[in-house]
């Protein structure tokens, strides 16, 4: 990252000459900017907003090593900060140590300060040089930000957390049974008669509980929508519903207590709604490394998680006792699993769920809500000669699939009244 001598600018004269344009962003009135301008204010603001997190982070490197707040009495140079901004010890804290984090990531620095990462990607690359991944990360730093840039946010989460689970295999350490002793959960009164929570669990297990809370709380969701609707007598917006999505979880799990506790046979396990993931290649090398084999090759790009991104290691997804309790799906590379022709309308069972695998989230290019959440939508619709089959499907969203369907019928009723200009 290109630096400035010391002696041909001065950081106090950079730091006013910052504080005079930010000082006039203050004074624009964006209500008289038009929605495109807006748009690239937005996304200039958000990038702007990087660099200055990159030049913060050096600043206060630069100012940890100096030395300086000791001369003031201060015990360390988070406390200097938090006395003179009023900040929280913990948020203090957090900066300082991120300062000292970016001397190890140096291309992820230089990707901040061109504002092209934001602080939650440096948060990510921050875990992964960490835990003895060091020297690991440090070789495959520049690969690693180059392909971050070409990528959605969650996407780069889930390459981050293959990376991360292929170190960990490298370096011999935290397999899933380490991950599975770490498990616990902590239920207790407060003070003011609230209760409470705190826990953790492994991937599997924790993918599990999120599936079944997901779907609970989607039922309070919609319960909520149904109440709203008839009390307004129109479709209601987020904010008009009775619940928060905060509430709406909290109550979700009081549900699932309840029909715990309201089985008919005690003790006697549930039926695990849940699916597993995993490419042919992983399958065939895992397969092989349980029969014996040595110096077993796994593929480098590999898929190896849950239906919700929670990436899993091939040995948890092959585990007998897993394999007698979920549903495993292994796929090909294509990804072509059925074709039902035009003979139904609607995509239903394991055309339905092979959609859903495939697509992972709603196909709309502004949302990524998860594919247990969608539904199944024909791209050529179905009364435009669209087929039920695997290549006309697509996982769409309820909200999206709203959208799209009020949005064709908008279109037909400007063509029915000009009928020139459709």
């Not at 060091?134 to 070409?150: C, G, K, W, Y």
């Not at 993931?277 to 040595?294: C, I, L, S």
């Not at 074709?339 to 609607?346: S, W």
């Amino acid at each position: 990252m290109d630096t400035l001598p010391a002696d041909e600018v001065s950081a106090t004269e950079v730091l006013e000459e910052l504080e005079r344009v930010v000082g006039l962003l203050g004074e624009v009135d964006w209500r008289g900017v038009d929605g495109e301008a807006l748009g690239h204010v937005v996304v200039g603001l958000s990038a702007t907003k990087a660099v200055l997190v990159a030049a913060e982070l050096g600043a206060c490197h630069a100012f940890d090593r100096s030395g300086y707040w000791r001369s003031v009495g201060a015990r360390a140079p988070h406390a200097f900060v938090r006395r003179r901004r009023r900040m929280r010890d913990a948020e203090a804290k957090r900066q300082f140590a991120r300062a000292r984090k970016s001397e190890d990531m140096r291309h992820v620095l230089a990707a901040l300060a061109k504002g092209r990462l934001t602080l939650d990607h440096f948060d990510v690359f921050s875990h992964a040089c960490s835990s003895g991944r060091e020297e690991l990360f440090s070789r495959d730093e520049a690969i690693l930000v180059a392909q971050s840039l070409r990528l959605s946010y969650k996407d780069f989460r889930q390459m981050m957390a293959y990376w991360i689970q292929r170190a960990d295999e490298a370096i011999g350490r935290d397999g899933p049974g380490d991950r599975r002793e770490g498990r616990r959960v902590h239920c207790s009164p407060s003070i003011d008669g609230t209760m409470m929570l705190d826990g953790q669990l492994d991937g599997l297990a924790g993918s599990e509980f999120k599936n079944e809370l997901e779907r609970l709380t989607d039922i309070e969701f919609r319960s909520d929508w149904q109440a709203a609707t008839e009390r307004l007598g129109r479709q209601p917006r987020i904010d008009e519903l009775d619940r928060t999505p905060a509430q709406r979880r909290a109550d979700a799990l009081v549900e699932m207590a309840r029909r715990s506790a309201g089985t008919r046979m005690p003790g006697e396990p549930a039926v695990r709604d849940l699916t597993l993931r995993m490419d042919y290649a992983t399958f065939v090398a895992e397969v092989a490394a349980m029969g014996g084999t040595r110096d077993v090759t796994y593929p480098t790009a590999r898929c190896s998680e849950s239906t919700d991104g929670v990436i899993l290691a091939p040995s948890e997804i092959l585990d007998p006792d897993v394999a007698l309790r979920v549903r495993r799906i292994v796929f090909d590379s294509d990804g072509q699993v059925l074709d039902y022709g035009r003979g139904r309308r609607l995509f239903e069972g394991a055309q339905r769920a092979a959609i859903l695998e495939r697509d992972l989230e709603c196909q709309d290019p502004w949302c990524e809500t998860d594919a247990g959440f969608c539904d199944v939508d024909h791209i050529t619709e179905w009364e435009d000669g669209g087929p039920t089959d695997l290549l006309n499907g697509q996982a769409r969203c309820p909200g999206c699939n709203r959208l799209k369907h009020q949005r064709k019928r908008q279109r037909r009723v400007h063509a029915m009244e000009f009928p020139d200009t459709a």
